[in-house]
Structure formats: structure tokens, C-alpha cells
């Protein structure tokens, strides 16, 4: 039966909540939709490439707070056979929490960073390559 199997992660309204699509190759598609409360704030990371990769799979986020806290994203590289995921990067944030910087690894191996962006909670942030501030690796 998992050969037949396919499975995508998706946000069917928009609203944040990771929801399941499930495929089946004998029978009709299955909704797996996830309505729990969110107690926190997020945000989500759009990254546009200017390289080659323009939807910049397998870039790595770190999104750090006035208060040290650092949170680590992936951009996903691959995704299941003839299906594919949003490109945003979902990043929970506490309540009342303001960011200090986004740090970008892009896939080509340079890095860039964001400071005192203005953002507001469950809204699409797009970071778009050669904007950021450059970085050299550590």
C-alpha cells in the first residue's frame, strides 16, 4: 500500500497550519487538515534567488531576536515524486518578540543579512538575493 502512497505538506487556507494532502493511486485523495491553536506569533520566509537556484532550495535561515534567541530554517531541496511543497519557510516566533536579524546561507555559498526589518506577525517577509547586507563565511 506505501508504494502507492504519495504525501505532501501544504497550507490549504492560507492561514499558517501545516495540512497533509495524501494521494492514493486506488483510491480518491485524503485532506489531513490541521485546526489547532496557535499560541505563538510566525512568520514566513520567502526567499527569492537571483542566481541559480531562483527559489533558493536548500538555503539555510537563522532568524535571531533582540533577546539571543536563534531559530534555524531550511529551505526544502527536494520534495516527493511529481509534487512539491510552498517554498515559504514557516518560523515560529514568541508573542511580543522583535527581531534583530535574518541571516540568509543562499545555495551558491554566500551569505547575507537583514537588520531591523519591520515586520509584522503571520505575514510573508520576501528576502530577495544581493538585498542583504554581505557576510563573509565563519
Known amino acids: 500500500y506505501a508504494a502507492f502512497l504519495q504525501l505532501a505538506r501544504t497550507r490549504l487556507l492560507t492561514n499558517l497550519d501545516a495540512d497533509l494532502f495524501v494521494t492514493h ?10 485546526d489547532s491553536a496557535w499560541t505563538n506569533d510566525s512568520l514566513r520566509i520567502q526567499l527569492v534567488g537571483a542566481s ?15 533577546d539571543g534567541r536563534r531559530m534555524v530554517a531550511h529551505v526544502p531541496a527536494g520534495d ?10 514557516l518560523v515560529a516566533i514568541p508573542n511580543d518578540t522583535v527581531l534583530s536579524e535574518i541571516e540568509v546561507w543562499w545555495p551558491e555559498g554566500t551569505i547575507e543579512n537583514w537588520r531591523e526589518l519591520t515586520t509584522q506577525p503571520s505575514r510573508t517577509l520576501r528576502l530577495t538575493q544581493g538585498t542583504g547586507q554581505p557576510n563573509a563565511p565563519e
Open 52 to 66: 541559480a537556484s531562483r527559489q533558493a532550495r536548500g538555503a539555510r535561515i537563522v532568524v535571531t531576536t533582540t
Open 25 to 34: 493511486l486506488v483510491a480518491p485523495p485524503g485532506i489531513l487538515r490541521n
Open 80 to 89: 516527493s515524486f511529481q509534487s512539491s511543497q510552498d517554498s515559504r519557510v
